[in-house]
T-cell receptor, first 113, second 113 residues
Framework: DADVTQTPRNRITKTGKRIMLECSQT?????MYWYRQDPGLGLRLIYY???????NKGEISDGYSVSRQAQAKFSLSLESAIPNQTALYFC????????????FGDGTRLSIL | GDSVTQMEGPVTLSEEAFLTINCTYT??????LFWYVQYPGEGLQLLLK?????DKGSNKGFEATYRKETTSFHLEKGSVQVSDSAVYFC????????????FGQGTRLTINP
């Protein structure tokens, strides 16, 4: 079983719809992150969380919100999806020690028509 | 702010060729440096890392040396295989607090038999 699981893996939806992407992890890590990947731009950080009570905006948080329901669960929401949010979305986790690598899920491919 | 610049892709090589993917960075302080690899349909996996100047990270025949004087972390492999075909991302982390990763744009590598 994957350590970091994202659902759904693929989603096609229409402009204006509310979307939720879910991430769960079994690594016991405190830190969780949401990124989006666009061709030629690498990955950019949307939100990150140190624990259930701590949520922080990343580089490109506009149009997104998150919820940390438990240590193991971190959800990303698009309240009113727009076409330029079409991208590949990744969840990642890391331990609390300095220089620890991040562990990524397999991604959610989201298309907004 | 911090940034990472990678060699433009795509890169196509023949099996057993020598590989170099260039990566340079701009950062305040003393970042940690990473190479991640993304195989088709999968999330990113840590390939190697270096946490201080002159450190050499290595894994699966790949190597990269943290060069503070040239702010570089070039990825090398002496003899590539078809199975090395993937997208490679250079990234840095400030190593403090949030340990946020800043990614380069990615380099797609294709190895032909």
């Amino acid at each position: 079983d994957a350590d970091v699981t994202q659902t759904p893996r693929n989603r096609i939806t229409k402009t204006g719809k509310r979307i939720m992407l879910e991430c769960s992890q079994t690594k016991g890590h405190d830190r969780m992150y949401w990124y989006r990947q666009d061709p030629g731009l690498g990955l950019r950080l949307i939100y990150y969380s140190f624990d259930v009570k701590d949520i922080n905006k990343g580089e490109i948080s506009d149009g997104y919100s998150v919820s940390r329901q438990a240590q193991a669960k971190f959800s990303l929401s698009l309240e009113s999806a727009i076409p330029n949010q079409t991208a590949l979305y990744f969840c990642a986790t890391s331990g609390g020690y300095s220089n620890q690598p991040q562990h990524f899920g397999d991604g959610t491919r989201l298309s907004i028509l | 702010g911090d940034s990472v610049t990678q060699m433009e892709g795509p890169v196509t090589l023949s099996e057993e060729a020598f590989l170099t993917i260039n990566c340079t960075y701009t950062a305040t302080g003393y970042p940690s440096l990473f190479w991640y690899v993304q195989y088709p349909g999968e999330g990113l996996q840590l390939l190697l890392k270096a946490t201080k100047a002159d450190d050499k990270g290595s894994n699966k025949g790949f190597e990269a040396t943290y060069r503070k004087e040239t702010t570089s972390f070039h990825l090398e492999k002496g003899s590539v295989q078809v199975s090395d075909s993937a997208v490679y991302f250079c990234a840095l982390s400030d190593g403090e607090g949030a340990q946020k990763l800043v990614f380069g744009q990615g380099t797609r590598l294709t190895i032909n038999p």
